[in-house]
């Protein structure tokens, strides 16, 4: 059985229906997929100007609306500068 | 047959979930009178104080200011009621997660005070309506 269990206390990212990408640390989850996150930052991406990180803090996203949740790797995390990327913001879906 | 063996599961989930894990609605119960952000699948947003909170996620807010998608128009509401499958995320304070994780903290610890060993107490789970009621209070009312 799937589960999201493996993702509980790590840092994780996750892509919600509306295109936006918010990172933090998985406090709980439920059968619906419903995600408590902690510590948590809304990451936006656009072309001119390098990744903004906007502290949310404790978030609790209905699983209606995920569609990716990722383990992130610190040691990547740590090593990449957010403020020297570009790239295209992801738009949401559309029915 | 089956659809007991499933229902059986599902509790077993829910023993599991709330051995070690937050539950999303554990976390909303616990925001009772506290001051939170809702944002609804058209984007709306609503800034209020919780009144009440249901296992559908339904939830009434107090002193509420509503804001438009587009974020230039507001409106104030006195109390207002929003149907848990029309939210997209609540932002809620950051004090809540060490409060609920106490509280389960104390739960448990209550509970295997009261009936020895949580884990030995599991083995008899599902067999008798006794141990079942017995547990689920001390686990689930936040």
Redesign the interface.
């Known amino acids: 059985m799937s589960s999201l269990?493996g993702y509980?206390d790590r840092r994780v990212l996750l892509i919600?229906q509306?295109g936006r990408v918010i990172v933090g640390v998985m406090?709980?989850?439920?059968?619906k997929s419903?995600?408590?996150l902690?510590d948590s930052k809304e990451r936006i991406y656009s072309i001119d100007e390098g990744v903004e990180e906007i502290p949310?803090?404790?978030?609790?996203?209905?699983g209606?609306?995920i569609v990716l949740i990722g383990e992130l790797d610190d040691a990547v995390e740590q090593a990449v500068d957010l403020a020297t990327i570009h790239a295209e913001p992801i738009p949401p879906i559309r029915y | 047959m089956k659809p007991l063996g499933s229902v059986r599961l599902g509790w077993l989930c829910c023993l599991l979930f709330a051995l070690d894990t937050m539950l999303p609605l554990s976390l909303l119960n616990a925001a009772q009178n506290k001051p939170m952000l809702v944002e609804l699948k058209n984007g709306e947003t609503f800034n209020g104080h919780l009144v009440n909170c249901d296992n559908f996620m339904n939830i009434t807010l107090r002193e509420v200011y509503q804001t438009n998608s587009e974020g230039d128009r507001f409106w104030k509401l006195k109390e207002c009621y929003i149907r848990g499958s029309t939210i997209k995320y609540l932002r809620v304070p950051d004090a809540l997660l060490d409060a609920v994780k106490e509280e389960q903290n104390r739960a448990r610890d209550a509970g295997r005070g009261a009936r020895g060993s949580f884990v030995s107490g599991g083995g008899n789970r599902g067999r008798g309506a006794i141990s079942r009621g017995s547990r689920l209070p001390s686990l689930f009312c936040v």
Request: net charge negative.
């Open positions: 269990q509980v919600l509306d406090a709980g989850f439920d059968q419903n995600v408590v902690s949310l803090g404790l978030y609790l996203v209905k209606d609306m």
